[in-house]
């Protein structure tokens, strides 16, 4: 390794790389970066930023709450950019089935120490007034969030003191990343944080996009309180392949209404499918029926990288000496990042990890 040369050279600069370098750079080691774009671009820029523990699978909760426990420590340290509400995340059940799931939810949150309240049908319209009627009730979680993540992965690379190299890195190995110039960067180790795009770096990475549409109003507070989902999400999140939508609803900050969302597996263009918006709206509407009068002001998509098993690839990558992956967080890599960057960093260090490391390794996904 060339004098100088950084200890860690992390490859992409989202939410992930950018706790990434804060945990390492924290642990003691220099980490450097290379980003194509800014600070804060790719899915971190398209996202819903939405601090959200999620109880898909024991590894999801268990990496989501540990992760919202250290946006905790860090929310009241970053600026007003990153625009924190404490709104919480009421999810709607349309009619009794979705109902007995609001109840195994509420109990799975209790016996794990997070805090929840089940809604009847009055109390939910009392709740959050702009909700169609008929609807059977919901689940209120208070201690979820949102924030403007981009503004974050900025004040986590800032505060880490990383060097930020600008260029698009087109090949690397577990020492090295050649940029488009032929510029070459040398580190003690490489670690691949491109998201959706890992697989381009690495090949044989278990990493596929899943694209995303949103859409944002203009500006009208109150509309919303809390981070609306329909019940149906998390099985359409973790539907393995096709395209699906399901009603997503978030306040912003500025007073503006950020609507998801859709999946398409596969899917990498950028472009707006007007098929899938037009869905994604009339799902919308069936929850909100006032959101038809308010002014939509743009759509965007962005693209999640999703793993086989559904949770992300934190650690050394088999076959490549000195190469890490801090990857496929699908749509959860917001809230996770922090806890990802902390783990990465634990493994890195020989520390004790601060969770059980096996479910996020990219080693249980390699077989022969
Ligand atoms: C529609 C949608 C809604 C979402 N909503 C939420 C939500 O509410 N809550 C939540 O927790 N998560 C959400 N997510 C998921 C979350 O946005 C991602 O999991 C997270 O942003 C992943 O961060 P990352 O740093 O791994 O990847 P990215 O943010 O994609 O960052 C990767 C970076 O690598 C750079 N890069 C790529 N290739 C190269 C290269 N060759 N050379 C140099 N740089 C390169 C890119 O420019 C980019 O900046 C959502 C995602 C989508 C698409």
Known sequence: MTAGAPDVLIVGAGAVGAACAWELSRGGLRVSMVEEDVVGSGATAAGMGHLVALDGSEHEFALSRFSQGLWAELLPQMPREVEHLQCGTLWVAADDEEMSEVRRKHGYYGAHGVSSEMLDAKQLAAAEPELRVGLAGGLVVPGDSVIYAPAAAQWLVERSGAAVIRGRVERLNGRTAWLGDGTRLEAGIVVNATGARAAKLTAGVPVTPRKGH?????????????????????????????????????????????????RQHGVEDAGVDRMILSRMMKRAVEYLPGIGELQVIRCWTGCR?????????????PGEDGLWLATGHEGLGITTAPGTGRLLADLILGRTPCLPAGPYLPARLCHG
């Open 305 to 317: 990288a999703a793993t086989p098993d559904g949770a992300p690839l934190i650690g050394p990558w």
């Open 214 to 262: 949103l859409a944002i109003t203009d500006r009208y507070p109150g509309f919303l309180r809390h981070q609306l989902i329909e019940l149906g999400y998390m099985k359409s999140a973790h539907a393995g392949g096709g395209e699906s939508v399901a009603f997503n609803a978030q306040p912003r900050k500025t007073g503006q209404v950020l609507l998801g969302s859709s």
